[in-house]
């Protein structure tokens, strides 16, 4: 798959950045394909900066495809299947209304698959896409550097690897950890909104009863 891509991106001429681009997009609709590998092709063929820049765009337009489909398409169907309230108390018990959560497991699993499975979950999409598009951008341009200097050095090359691996050993220790965090804080903040409104309605209950009182029996309109 990545032979065939970059041969249609080396014989695109002065049409490669926006076959470049469209490379996201087939990435939003086939996610088996991993976008740091599109920019790191692309940092090989078109240089850092161009693969970069419109890899940005590309990224940017593929979230939204993704998030969107998923929302369109997939939310209605497996709230079908488990049931509004059902779906509703699995989000809130796993903290995926929380950006903060998304974040870090775009951050981690770096796949537009995870994008998909974002979308079904009730967070607003321009939440979702902003967080998608900030967690994963240190990739895409990581990715294009690392993809431009394989070509001028061997030892570029050793170094881009072992950073990589060095990265990858440290995300994989810290994820359980910091996705745990994540959710007990946003389970956290739910209990203290839910608190915060059962004590709003205490305090409506209290006044109304205690206007009856002053009004008493005889005063209340017929």
Do not use: C
Request: charged content about 15%.
């Amino acid at each position: 798959m990545l032979e065939t891509l970059s041969s249609q991106l080396q014989q695109a001429g002065a049409w490669a950045p926006i076959l470049y681009i469209s490379f996201f997009l087939l990435a939003a609709l086939v996610p088996a394909i991993p976008t740091p590998l599109i920019s790191a092709l692309g940092g090989s063929l078109l240089g850092f900066v161009p693969a970069m820049l419109y890899g940005m765009v590309g990224l940017g337009l593929g979230a939204l495809l993704a998030l969107n489909l998923s929302r369109r398409l997939g939310r209605p169907v497996v709230i079908r299947i488990f049931g509004s309230k059902t779906w509703e108390d699995w989000e809130m018990l796993l903290g995926v209304r929380s950006p903060l959560l998304w974040g870090a497991i775009f951050f981690t699993i770096n796949t537009d698959l995870v994008v998909m499975a974002a979308g079904l979950s009730g967070l607003a999409l321009w939440k979702l896409w902003l967080t998608a598009f900030i967690a994963r951008l240190p990739w895409i341009v990581a990715a294009a550097w690392f993809g431009d200097l394989v070509l001028i050095s061997d030892e570029y090359l050793l170094l881009g690897l072992l950073i990589g691996l060095a990265a990858l050993v440290i995300i994989n220790a810290t994820r359980a950890r910091l996705q745990q965090l994540l959710i007990r804080r946003q389970l956290k903040h739910d209990d203290t909104a839910n608190s915060s409104q059962t004590q709003q309605h205490a305090t409506v209950e209290a006044d109304s009863r205690k206007r009856a009182a002053r009004l008493g029996p005889d005063n209340h309109p017929p």
